[in-house]
Every structure is written in structure tokens, then in C-alpha cells.
């Protein structure tokens, strides 16, 4: 199940935040995906020592940690996007294929003509978007 | 990992026990040491320790009284697969330290070879050994101690020596300590036998198990367990590290296996016998992974562990011990990483092959395992409190209840209890052990652990530049200090974790740890620190309305949920108590601070402090330049980012000049007693009906001031007060330089001009420049004319009040070079340029008008330096004039700048009043007065051959050449090129040195009227004067000296002195002739009459020359003699060649053209046109004075 999603915008500050879980630990899920960000640092900066090649917009795993799985996306224009499940058995598909949604939501978002590039995500359509991703993920 | 015992943690060692010749132990010990792998070993002094050190392990197994319960049942029974537990405690460190692999015998060589009943004897303690030994399968080796390497050996005793104690030849050792060489021979032969013999045994034990693992002989999972891990153990001996792991993993999922199924123990034991040991086995595999520096896979083991065992929780009211063996499991797993990564930096092949299970970064910092590790301590610790508070029983334990000790099985307990003598283990319940661990957890404190771990944990991360991570330790750190009640330490790591969340925008986060923060300096009492941190979380950019309703909720901080609600109600908490009424003092002690009435409360917001969206001052002046004492309106803007209006009971605005610091007052508010400290009285006070600050949007106040003072006004900072004691001041920022605020920019807000007018609201600044007051005096400079190189030239300077006095006046000159005057080629320049001033200022002739005693006195200034100079002007009163002379010369022709500005003070009495300057300038030429040149000739119908002038030496090219010891003639002309006439007072030439004088004679030559050198000259007229010079000795440079000119302006004051200026003559060549052809002919030719014309060719030489010669007829002259012929000059004589010449026509007429070509040096020459030309007349002249009409 994810539990939470972020957009991150390329001063690593946070555009949008929105966490599925019930529980009261919105604020445990924001320090991960803020910890989440140093990985990605890491990842773009040293892409040699990680040994990984970034060809490709999608991170990976970022870091497991207690019940989470941290998942990370960076767009062209160094928008990141960051995505805590905490399934145990995820699919790399799954998650490309949810990349590749939120990643078109986040597209339209910031096409509207009323947003100010740089400023958080405020458009309720966006939110509602993004619901039915999560919500869809995994199902197919 | 301490907690681990200290066999576990190291790999073994083969053991070696010695019996017998204690002396020598210490030496082969230490060599035992030393071996790679090195070999421990057990010393006893004769053979009969043997029983007691095989002996005592057997006691302890027979002594029933210590043995589990439980197994001693077990043993009853018939199936002897049952036992007590999985591993024996004692089992490892008994092979490490107690049961050797070898027996070394010690026997002297005389027991041996000499007295038979020592052999007996030797023969046997060797039987004893053996049957000690045998059952156990260890090794023996009887080394034969000789006192002397010759000492003599009976070979049948040494067979008979052999076969008692059943031994390979190779394993009955000789040993000599009395030779150095021998020494060290013997001991390398024990060692090699010794590991030798070691891993033969380690071997055969570890087949021995291993063959019962193969053949499966009991199905009971835990005999198996024991048995992998004791094949591992004994190839851990052999160093057969592959082997060890196999059979370790083995061992570990044998265990797994047992989850659930065991029954032995109940069950909350059970899981804990299990975990245990699991964690063992996994310390083992991971170490073993670690050294051999597999990363990779000791991390995805690592991973595969965590997985397996983290639902395996056992008891959920117990779950503290799951917990707390989990922190264990990260912690340990750090520390090892910690200790073996120091060498292994890059994780290059990572990510590769792994496809299935991709490692992360992190996940290879031991940070990483510490705080979770921490983590997990956390959780433990909570799940204690909460077990605590929800049990009764559980606060009541204590920790002397029971006498639990650990049995003789890992990760067994049992109850010690005392039956007289005898001490009794006895197996105890679930309950009696629960109690057991809730009493020993109660006494440790965990928080100290979680802070060391984080905090180790936080300096890693920070070292890897990971500052995110870094932070959220600190800020876990900080909590778990906070809930130590350690405010001061909170507080650090609060801070640390602030900054970032700062920094990069994240309020929530940023929310909580300000939460944290806020009642931290609440408990430390800092009132400034308490209100700052609640102004700062109230200006935060939360917009959430969500609201649980339950602010008792755990998971958040003291700071409440980041809600507009919880900003409101913070704002309101901070407003009542900073702006409370005296009266009401009493009242505010539920907040915690107790403040004295008179203490005011002034925070300062400068650029960086995050107190800027609490208040914003922009100011912006309307103009950039405005008059002194005149009016100026300024715009001052607020802008507040608290969720609530503010009323503002008065604003201070103030300036760099401080007499233009003015006070906007609240006329609703009651002008409080002690309201302006800072503002002169008598400043301005403006009156507005309502200060209010509506959040979010810009109060925007214009007024209209005046600067007395010119220079520049910049506005500082504004002032606001709220209440009586409560002040905030802000620096006042420019609109056209304002900054966004860090954590509003990324909001999506209406954003609004900070004044009405938008280009002031882009371009305004907070600084605008007062103009200095219009100058009242006049400096006017007095020009004549063209300056002259070598003169003094002066320039009358005039200073006139027109309306002004003058006051201290400064008046400054400067010499400025008019970049690139052209005048004269950069090569002429530069040998000069070292003197760098070609123009100077000489002197400053103040007194010039109005002299008085009076003026002395004030102390003028006068400081001349080459080109700048500073003189004091004398009070002046209105209508006054002063004036003063200055004197420049110039070096070079090169025209100048000169810079004059006047500083002064129009009235006496302002100690700081500002000075008005004035600034004239003037270019001013100097010109060169005489140009002067010279020019060389020859003795007249004299032609000398002079071979330089034939051949010219290359670097000589315009240099002329002159004839030794003959008369030349030398004309120096001197040409006004000026626009005014000169008088010139002298003309003479001069040596430069003595050698010069020496060398060469140069007279005047006394023309007829000439006074001495003294001439007017009108603009471009010219002067010339003849010199005769008689060069005395050969030189290739003969320094002629120079022309010294005396010259002045015509019309000036005679008085004056004259300027003398200095001509360089150029050098000449001096070389003797060695031919010299002179004509002779009469001065004039009369039509028709012949006349003789002799070439006399003079020979000077010591040598003899020939001289071919050609004659060229001529069209006016009848011509008889010869045209041409080759003559011979003898040394030192004369030759000469005579013509008679009739002319035929009259005038002026070239004479036929004579060629002269010398053979000795192939030159040939011709007199010059002028010299070779003589007057027809058309007959006799009548006067005397013809021949003076020939000269030229």
C-alpha cells in the first residue's frame, strides 16, 4: 500500500505532501521522504560510487527503512518525486508505471496557466488525481 | 557486540598443552604466538596435570547438581536425541581454552638414553598420557630435551621410545636450547608440527560431527543445529572460512526451522532460546562475511535476517524483548560494519547481479544500522512504559526477587537456588521469567543508549555530507533529551535540526522541532528565546484547516498540530503575555515566566533572522537626490505574516542622520510615559488615526521629511512598540533590494506592491543623497598663453566671494598628464619616463596681493608636492577676492590638466558643518622654444678621402665625418617656433667632459658685427652661429658637447631671469685622410682669358699611393692637359695636375669634373658641385672686392 507521496521541487523544498495512511504518523512519513532527498543527492552526485546509471528518470529503491520502502523519481527540470510503501514485495513495474501516472498529473498541474512554477500544488484536481493513482496501484 | 563473549567474537585458536621442563615454556609459547596462525598454548610443569586438565571437564558434565533439570530427565528417557537445550554455553570457550588439540611430552635425553630405570619411568608416564588422552583422540608429541647437541643417542631406545608411544618419527622431536641456532631450528620444527598436527585434529573432529549431520541420524532439529555448529567451529580452528559459513548458514536455517515446531520450553523461552542463538550464529556469519570483505552479501544476509525474524514477535504483552533484540541485531550489525569498512570505501559492484534485491547506498553506512538500531530501542522502551503503567504487578517487581542466573544453555535461564551446600538450578516458568526480564529491563536506562547511538549515528551522517539525515537524528536525539527533562541539550540539537528545515522550507517539520524548541526555553525560563520561537511558529506558512480535535495525540510534538488554529492560539498565548498591562503581571504565571515590570522585551529582526515575515519594513524615498531643507516624502511599508491584525502603538523610523529620526504615533493608543528614549525631542511626531497590521497585507504610510545635512540619508531600521514593554525593531530593507522570504516564497498567496506606485515599489531605496548647498565664491585661473619647456610659468589662481564667506578654505591643485598627448613618439619618451614628472609644480606665491601679518598667524597649509599641492586661503568675508600665483615648469612639451577645486566653510561658527567645494580645470600646453640644429663643413676646395663616408660602417649612418687636424667648420642654428618673440641672451658650445676638450678645438669664429650670441627673434625667425672645430685625435665618437642657449620672453620684465636651455651636439667620426685633393683656381674667370686650375693630389700617407684620375670635358671651358692617367704620389708629397682653362661663357660655371680614384682602397671621389664651380665674368670687375663675392 503506499502510504505517502511527495513533489519535491529542485531547492528541496516540498511542493506537495500527501499521506494514505489513517494513523497519526503524517509526520514520521515526512522526515522519511525528506531523509529520502539525501539519497537522491547522493545518487545524482555520485553516480559512480552507487554504481548505478542514471539514463532514466526513475531512482529506484532509495532506502528501506523500519516498514517503508522509499521509491524515488527526478524529472528533467529536477523535480523529484518521492513514493513510501510499505509492501514488502513491490514490483519495479508497479512503481515505473505509477512514476509514469503521477508523473503526467504533475504535468498537467503545473500547465495550468494560474500556477506559478516554484510554488507548492495547491489545485484540489491534482490532489484528487493523484487519490485515484495511488488508489489504482498494484491493481493491475 | 561487548556483550558477546570474548570466544565468540574473535576466531579460535588451535590449543597446545606442554607437560614437563617448565623452563622451556615460555620460549615456545611465545613462538607459538608468533606463528601465522599463531597457536595457543597450556603449560603444566610435569605429566601429572594431565588428569586433572581432561579430568575437569568431565566432573563438571557428571555433576548433577548444576545440570538442567530438564535434560536429566531427558537423559532417562529412551530417546537420546532429546536434550536441554541447543548449544552448551561453556562448550566454545572449553575448546578454546581447556581441551588441546596436541599433548607435547617433554622428556630430557638422559630419561631417555641413559638410566634404564628413568626409562621405565619415562615409559610409564607415557602409558598415563596415552589412556588420558585416547578417548579424546588428542594428539601427542614427545619431545626429547638434549642438554648438548652431541650428546649421544642410542637409536634402539629411540625405536623403543617410538613405538611406546605409537608416534611417526616425525613427531618425536628433539630440542636444543644450548645453541642459538639449534634453538631457533627446534622451535620452527615444533611449530610446523604442531599446526600440523592441529588441523589433523581440528579435522578429524570436524568429520566426526560432520558424518552425523550427513547421515541424519537423529531427526531432532536441534542436534543438528549443535552439530553445524560445531563442524563450523572446527573449521573456524582450521581457518577453513568457507566451510565454517556453509555450516554456520546451515546451523542458522536449522534453527528457523525450529520457530514453531519446538516444543521443549515454554514458549515465550522458547522464541528467546531461539533468537539468541540465531543472533549468535548470525554475529558469526556476518563477521566471517565481513573479513572477507563480501559487503554485498553480508548486507543482503543482514537483510534476509531482519526479514525472518522481525514477525516473529512471541508475546505481544511481551513485546518489548523483541524490540529490544532487534535494536540489538542493527546495533551489533553497525559496529561490525564500523570496524571492517574502515578499508573498504567504494561499493562499486553494487547494484550488480543483484537485480532480485537492490542494496541502497545507505544501507552500507553503519549510520544507517545505528539509527535504527536506536530506533527500535525507542520502541522497546515505549512498549516497556506502557507494559509498566497498564500491569500492576509488573511496577511492583523489583530487581532482587528471584536469583535467575543464565544456565548452561545460551539462551536458557533457571532459578540458582541454594539447598545447603549445594547450589541447584532449577528450570523456571514463563511467568517467573517474564518477571525476571521486566526487572532487569527496569534497570537499565535505554535513553542514554538511544542518544550515544543516535548521536554516533548523527556525526557519521554528517561526515557523509547526508545533512538530512543528520538532522533527523539530531532532532531524535534532541526529543529523547527532552524527555530526560534536559532542556539545554534539547536545545543544541533542536537547533542543529531547525536550520535545515529552515533552510530548505519544510514547515511541518520546521513546526515541530519550533514546537519542541518553544517549550524548551519555557523551561529554561529565556523569555526572549520563548517569544522569538513563538513569533517565528506563528508566521510560519501553515494553511492547514484540518484539525483532529485531539491535541492529546502522541505523535505530536508540544507544538500541537501545524494548523491555522494552533498559530492563532500561539499568537494570542505570545501577544497576552508580551503586551500585558503592569496590573495583570501577576496574572501570566501559568505561562511560566515570572518578569519584573520595568525589564523591556526589544528583539532586533535583521536580513537573515527568521523573524522577517513577522515584520517587513520596506522604505523607499520618492527621489534620489534631494536639496538640503527641502521637503522629501518617504515611504514606509509593514508587512506581517501573523495569522491576527496587531495594533501598533507607535513606530520609530530611523536614519543615519539622526536628527531626521521621526516617530509615527497611534493617536488611539495613550502616549506612554517612557515612550521615546531614542528620539531627540523635538523631532518630528506624526499623528495616525490606526496603526494596524491586517496579516498579509502591506500598511503603506508616506511623510514628507528634511535633511539638514548633505551626503547621504539612508533609513536604518523601523521601530515598532506594542504595548508598554515590547518593542520589535526591523531593519529597514530597500524595495528594490528586498529579499523573499524563505518560507513564504513557495506559497501561493497574493503577492502586493509594498507601495502604491510600482516603479518605486522595484526601484526605490531605503538611502537617497542630499545634495551639498549651491557654492557662493568664484575660482577663476588666469591663463597666458602657451607655457615654454624650461620656464617658469605662472598662473595667477583668483578666489572671489560672491555672496559667500570663506571659511578654513583648502585649495587644492592637481597635475594631471592628458593621457596620450601625441607630441612627442613613445620612444622619445621612455628613457624619461623614469624621471616620470616632466611637469612640476615649483611653487605657490600666495603673498602675492594682501600680505598681512594677520594671515601668517592662522598656520597656513602650504604642501607642494611634484604634482599636486595644498594651500589655505584666508578667511574671506563677502565680496572679498584672494589670489595667488602658481608656478609650474615643464620638463617635456606635453600638454597638462591642472585641477584647482576650492573647499570651504561659509560660516565660521558649525563645528560639524559641511564644506562646499568648487572645481575648475584647465589644460595648459607646453610648447618647446627654440628648436636647435646644427650642421658640419668642410674646408672649402679641400676634399679629403674620407673611407667612412665611402664605406659607412653600419651603425654609423647619420653620423658625419670630420678630417683630422684639419679646420671644419660647425653652424648651429636656433628657430622660434613659438607664437611669441624671445630674446636670446647667449649662444656658446660647451664640453661635456675634459676629454672632449682634450680631443677636439672648437672656436667662434668672430664674424664681423655680431654681438656676442645676443639676438631677437620674431616667431619663426632663425639665428645662426659659426664655430670652427679642428679635430685633434682619431676617434670613431667624438663628443662635440653641447649648445648651452640663454634665452627669455621678449617685452617681459627684464629682470626676469633668463631660461637656459641645453643642446646636445651630436658625435662625430674623426679619421685621417689619407688623400687630400685640393683645387686651386682664381676666385673669377674673366670671358676669354685662360687661367690655370691645379688638382694638387696630397699623399699623407707613409705609403706610396696610386691615383687614377678622369677629367669630364666641361660645355663653358677650353680644356688642355691630360683627361686622364694613372700618377703615383710618393709618401708624404704632393702631386699636381695643371690645366689651362679659357672660359666661354659667362655666369656661373661648373668647372670640368675631376674623379679621383685611389687603387690602394679602390675609392673614388669627387669634389662637391659648389666647390668645383667658378664666376665669368664678362670682363675684369672694377671692384676690389670681388673676391668676396666667390665665397658663396
Not at chain 2, 532482587?400 to 536458557?412: F, H, L, M, N, R
Request: negative net charge; proline residues 5%.
Amino acid at each position: 500500500m503506499i502510504v505517502c507521496v511527495a513533489v519535491v521541487g529542485h531547492q528541496n523544498n516540498p511542493l506537495y505532501i500527501q499521506s494514505f495512511t489513517d494513523a497519526d504518523d503524517a509526520l514520521k512519513l515526512h522526515h522519511i521522504v525528506h531523509c529520502s532527498l539525501d539519497v537522491i543527492e547522493e545518487r545524482v552526485n555520485n553516480p559512480k560510487k552507487s554504481g548505478t546509471t542514471l539514463n532514466e528518470a526513475f531512482l529506484g529503491l532509495l532506502y528501506p527503512t523500519l516498514n517503508y520502502k522509499v521509491y524515488g523519481y527526478l524529472t528533467n527540470t529536477k523535480v523529484k518525486f518521492i513514493l513510501v510503501t510499505t509492501d514488502l514485495d513491490v514490483r519495479d513495474t508497479d512503481v515505473r508505471t505509477f512514476f509514469r501516472k503521477f508523473h503526467a498529473a504533475y504535468v498537467d498541474a503545473v500547465s495550468n496557466p494560474f500556477h506559478v512554477p516554484g510554488k507548492r500544488i495547491t489545485s484540489r484536481n491534482f490532489a484528487q488525481t493523484v487519490s485515484n493513482i495511488v488508489g489504482s496501484y498494484g491493481l493491475n | 557486540m561487548e556483550e558477546y563473549p570474548e570466544e565468540l567474537r574473535t576466531p579460535p585458536v588451535s590449543l597446545v598443552a606442554l607437560f614437563g621442563y617448565s623452563e622451556l615454556h615460555t620460549s615456545i609459547t611465545k613462538h607459538l604466538h608468533s606463528q601465522q596462525p599463531p597457536v595457543n598454548a597450556l603449560a603444566f610443569p610435569d605429566l601429572s596435570h594431565i588428569s586433572l586438565l581432561l579430568a575437569h571437564d568431565d566432573q563438571i558434565n557428571r555433576t548433577s547438581s548444576v545440570r538442567d533439570p530438564l535434560s536429566v530427565s531427558d537423559s532417562s528417557s529412551p530417546i537420546p536425541s532429546r536434550c536441554g537445550g541447543i548449544l552448551k554455553r561453556d562448550w566454545l570457550l572449553k575448546h578454546r581454552t581447556k581441551v588441546p588439540a596436541i599433548v607435547a611430552a617433554f622428556f630430557p635425553s638422559h630419561h631417555i638414553f641413559g638410566d634404564p630405570t628413568q626409562w621405565l619411568q619415562v615409559c610409564s608416564d607415557l602409558d598415563n598420557l596415552k589412556s588420558a588422552i585416547r578417548p579424546k583422540n588428542i594428539k601427542l608429541v614427545v619431545i626429547v630435551v638434549q642438554s648438548s647437541p652431541q650428546e649421544e643417542i642410542s637409536e634402539d631406545r629411540l625405536v623403543a621410545l617410538r613405538k611406546r608411544a605409537e608416534l611417526d618419527s616425525k613427531y618425536v622431536l628433539f630440542f636444543n636450547s644450548s645453541i642459538e641456532s639449534e634453538l631457533t631450528l627446534s622451535l620452527s620444527r615444533i611449530a610446523s608440527a604442531f599446526a600440523e598436527l592441529a588441523l589433523a585434529y581440528y579435522r578429524e573432529e570436524g568429520k566426526r560431527i560432520k558424518s552425523r549431520v550427513e547421515k541424519r541420524s537423529s531427526n531432532s532439529l536441534d542436534l543438528n543445529v549443535r552439530y553445524c555448529f560445531k563442524v563450523a567451529v572446527y573449521a573456524e580452528f582450521r581457518r577453513d572460512w568457507g566451510e565454517a559459513l556453509k555450516f554456520y548458514e546451515d546451523a542458522y536455517h536449522s534453527l528457523h526451522e525450529m520457530i514453531g515446531t519446538s516444543t521443549r520450553l515454554p514458549a515465550i523461552q522458547r522464541l528467546v532460546e531461539i533468537k539468541t542463538i540465531a543472533e549468535q550464529l548470525h554475529f558469526k556469519i556476518s563477521t566471517l562475511l565481513l573479513h572477507g570483505g563480501k559487503f554485498i552479501e553480508a548486507v543482503t544476509w543482514f537483510r534476509q535476517h531482519k526479514a525472518s525474524y522481525e514477525k516473529v514477535v512471541g508475546s505481544t504483552e511481551f513485546i518489548f524483548l523483541h524490540w529490544e533484540w532487534m535494536s540489538r541485531q542493527f546495533l551489533v550489525f553497525a559496529e561490525l560494519l564500523e570496524t571492517s569498512s574502515a578499508t573498504v570505501q567504494s561499493f562499486s559492484s553494487l547494484n550488480q547481479g543483484t537485480a532480485e534485491i537492490s542494496l541502497t547506498e545507505f544501507e552500507f553506512y553503519p549510520a544507517y544500522y545505528y539509527q535504527l538500531a536506536a530506533h527500535y530501542l525507542k520502541d522497546k522502551k515505549s512498549a516497556l512504559e506502557l507494559l509498566l503503567s497498564m500491569s500492576e504487578t509488573a511496577r511492583e517487581i523489583d530487581s532482587s526477587s528471584e536469583s535467575i542466573t543464565p544456565s548452561v544453555y545460551i539462551g536458557q535461564f533457571a532459578q540458582l537456588l541454594e539447598k545447603g551446600e549445594a547450589f541447584t538450578l532449577h528450570s523456571i516458568t514463563d511467568e517467573e521469567y517474564t518477571r525476571y526480564t521486566i526487572s532487569e529491563a527496569k534497570r537499565f536506562q535505554d535513553s542514554f543508549e538511544i542518544i550515544a547511538w543516535l548521536k554516533r549515528s548523527y556525526e557519521s551522517f554528517t561526515n557523509l555530507k547526508a545533512q538530512r539525515m543528520a538532522a533527523l537524528c539530531a532532532f531524535e536525539v534532541a526529543r529523547e533529551y527532552y524527555g530526560l527533562a534536559d532542556p539545554n541539550n534539547a536545545k543544541l540539537f533542536f537547533d542543529i535540526a531547525a536550520n535545515l528545515y529552515r533552510q530548505e522550507g519544510w514547515v511541518t517539520l520546521l513546526w515541530e522541532v519550533l514546537g519542541y524548541l518553544r517549550e524548551c526555553s519555557r523551561n529554561l525560563g529565556a523569555l526572549k528565546d520563548f517569544v522569538e520561537l513563538s513569533l517565528e511558529m506563528v508566521a510560519l506558512p501553515v494553511t492547514s484547516h484540518e484539525d483532529s480535535g485531539n491535541l492529546e495525540n502522541k505523535s505530536y510534538g508540544p507544538g500541537g498540530p501545524a494548523t491555522i488554529l494552533g498559530r492563532e492560539s500561539i499568537h494570542r498565548e505570545v501577544f497576552t503575555l508580551v503586551c500585558r498591562k503592569a496590573e495583570l503581571i501577576s496574572s501570566t504565571e501559568e505561562s511560566g515566566f515570572k518578569i519584573a515590570h520595568d525589564s523591556p522585551l526589544n528583539l532586533e529582526i535583521d536580513l537573515v533572522s527568521p523573524l522577517r515575515p513577522v515584520l517587513l519594513a520596506s522604505v523607499a524615498f520618492h527621489e534620489q537626490m534631494i536639496k538640503p531643507h527641502a521637503l522629501c516624502s518617504i515611504t514606509l511599508s509593514l508587512l506581517s505574516h501573523l495569522p491576527l491584525p496587531v495594533e501598533i502603538d507607535y513606530l520609530e523610523v530611523q536614519f543615519n542622520q539622526s536628527t531626521c529620526n521621526f516617530v509615527i504615533r497611534n493617536s488611539q493608543r495613550p502616549l506612554w510615559a517612557s515612550a521615546s528614549n531614542t528620539v531627540q525631542s523635538g523631532s518630528q511626531v506624526e499623528n495616525e488615526p490606526s496603526l494596524v497590521l491586517v496579516p498579509n497585507n502591506w500598511l503603506r504610510l508616506t511623510y514628507a521629511i528634511k535633511s539638514e545635512q548633505s551626503g547621504k540619508l539612508e533609513c536604518l531600521s523601523v521601530l515598532a512598540k506594542f504595548g508598554p514593554l515590547f518593542t520589535i525593531c526591523s531593519r529597514a530593507e530597500s524595495p528594490a533590494a528586498m529579499e523573499d522570504l524563505p518560507v513564504w516564497k513557495h506559497e501561493n498567496r497574493v503577492e502586493s506592491l509594498s507601495t502604491k506606485d510600482p516603479v518605486l515599489a522595484v526601484f526605490g531605496q531605503k538611502a537617497t543623497q542630499v545634495e551639498e548647498p549651491e557654492p557662493q565664491v568664484d575660482v577663476s585661473l588666469g591663463t597666458s598663453g602657451p607655457a615654454l619647456v624650461g620656464e617658469n610659468f605662472t598662473m595667477p589662481v583668483t578666489v572671489t566671494s560672491k555672496g559667500h564667506a570663506v571659511y578654513s578654505g583648502e585649495l587644492k591643485i592637481n597635475l594631471v598628464d592628458v593621457g596620450g598627448g601625441g607630441l612627442f613618439s613613445p620612444r622619445e619618451a621612455e628613457p624619461f619616463s623614469l624621471e616620470s614628472h616632466h611637469v612640476e609644480i615649483c611653487g605657490i606665491d600666495d603673498g602675492a596681493e594682501g600680505t598681512d601679518e594677520s594671515e601668517s598667524e592662522t598656520g597656513n597649509i602650504k604642501k607642494i608636492q611634484q604634482s599636486f599641492g595644498l594651500v589655505s586661503v584666508p578667511d574671506l568675508k563677502e565680496g572679498e577676492s584672494w589670489s595667488c600665483k602658481l608656478e609650474i615648469k615643464w620638463h617635456r612639451p606635453k600638454p597638462v590638466m591642472l585641477f584647482v577645486s576650492l573647499g570651504y566653510l561659509p560660516h565660521c561658527s558649525e563645528a560639524n558643518a559641511q564644506k562646499v567645494h568648487i572645481h575648475k580645470s584647465l589644460q595648459i600646453e607646453g610648447k618647446m622654444p627654440l628648436l636647435v640644429s646644427n650642421r658640419f663643413m668642410l674646408p672649402y676646395r679641400r676634399d679629403h678621402l674620407l673611407l667612412n663616408r665611402i664605406k659607412p660602417a653600419p651603425d654609423s649612418e647619420d653620423m658625419s665625418s670630420l678630417p683630422l687636424n684639419e679646420k671644419s667648420l660647425l653652424v648651429v642654428s636656433a628657430k622660434n617656433c613659438t607664437e611669441i618673440a624671445l630674446k636670446l641672451v647667449s649662444m656658446c658650445v660647451e664640453f661635456d667632459d675634459e676629454q672632449g676638450e682634450a680631443s677636439c678645438l672648437i672656436q667662434q669664429v668672430g664674424g664681423c658685427g655680431d654681438t656676442p650670441g645676443s639676438a631677437n627673434l620674431a616667431p619663426g625667425e632663425e639665428f645662426k652661429k659659426v664655430f670652427t672645430v679642428i679635430p685633434t685625435m682619431k676617434t670613431p665618437k667624438l663628443g662635440l658637447g653641447s649648445v648651452h642657449l640663454k634665452w627669455r620672453r621678449q617685452g617681459g620684465n627684464t629682470t626676469e631671469a633668463c631660461v637656459s636651455t641645453k643642446h646636445k651636439l651630436p658625435e662625430v667620426n674623426v679619421e685621417a685622410s689619407p688623400l687630400v685633393m685640393s683645387l686651386n683656381c682664381p676666385p673669377y674667370a674673366i670671358l676669354g682669358e685662360p687661367f690655370t686650375y691645379a688638382v694638387n693630389i696630397c699623399n699623407q700617407t707613409q705609403l706610396l699611393q696610386e691615383a687614377k684620375f678622369a677629367l669630364a670635358d666641361a660645355q663653358s671651358f677650353v680644356l688642355s692637359g691630360s683627361h686622364s692617367n694613372t700618377v703615383s704620389v710618393l709618401p708624404k708629397s704632393e702631386h699636381v695636375l695643371s690645366y689651362k682653362l679659357v672660359p666661354l661663357t659667362c655666369g656661373q660655371q661648373q668647372l670640368p669634373k675631376i674623379t679621383l680614384t685611389s687603387v690602394r682602397y679602390s675609392a673614388e671621389f669627387q669634389p662637391s658641385v659648389v666647390a668645383s664651380s667658378v664666376f665669368v665674368f664678362p670682363s675684369a670687375p672694377q671692384a676690389d672686392k670681388a673676391n668676396c663675392a666667390t665665397k658663396q
